[in-house]
């Protein structure tokens, strides 16, 4: 290779690299922020599944699975937590509780049901970092508040799909998280024989 195709080869090269950072960089934390969120809420299913690892607050660690199905139906697993567990489905605004071996129901507000769900849907970008290459495959990366951490300035380090925007893994010291989309099998189904506690 002659020394000027050499030097056009690195040029080009750093131009490449530099490219795919300025493209990463050129989305502000906002409209990333709006854009995850809006791939959250336009799938039509999703698991969210994260693995608690042991720590001083659960020395066992644990499980949390977060179901969504559009347009209207939402479940949480709890596991393992030092809450205790937790097992409740939303449809509409109707809320289900497992309680023993049944289920309790009631009527919630929008209020309160964004409210319980605002950790699965509302993402919080706090920056973007460059894309990068896993597995041969290019993904956008950015850091959010982790809003199941113990403290208000915990953050997790996740990655998102490029084209859809939809996250695919998060993670820090406590919680690993890794995101399912649009599994046909995935139902959410209404609780049978759900005792009402707002007669």
């Given at each position: 290779m002659t020394q000027t195709l050499r030097l056009c080869a690195i040029g080009l090269a750093l131009l490449t690299t530099?490219?795919?950072?300025a493209r990463a960089a050129d989305v502000s934390p906002a409209a990333l922020?709006?854009?995850v969120r809006a791939a959250l809420r336009n799938a039509h299913a999703f698991v969210e599944s994260v693995t608690?690892?042991?720590?001083?607050l659960a020395p066992l660690g644990g499980t949390m699975t977060f179901t969504a199905v559009a347009p209207n139906r939402?479940?949480?697993v709890v596991v393992g937590t030092p809450g205790g567990n937790d097992d409740t489905i939303i449809i509409g605004h109707e809320v289900y509780g497992r309680k023993g071996n049944g289920w309790t129901v009631q009527t919630w507000s929008d209020y309160l049901v964004s409210g319980f769900e605002?950790?699965?849907f509302d993402v919080k970008v706090l920056s973007v970092g460059p894309d990068q290459t896993t597995s041969g495959k290019t993904v956008g990366t950015f850091v959010s508040q982790d809003p199941r951490g113990p403290k208000?300035?915990?953050?997790?380090?996740?990655t998102y799909?490029?084209?859809t925007f939809r996250p695919l893994t998060c993670a820090n010291s406590i919680f690993a998280i890794a995101y399912a989309y649009d599994d046909p099998t995935v139902a959410i189904e209404r609780?049978?024989?759900a005792v009402r506690l707002d007669k």
């Open positions: 530099t490219a795919t950072t922020q709006a854009k608690i690892k042991p720590n001083l939402y479940h949480q605002e950790d699965t208000p300035t915990d953050s997790l380090q996740c799909d490029t084209t609780p049978a024989n």
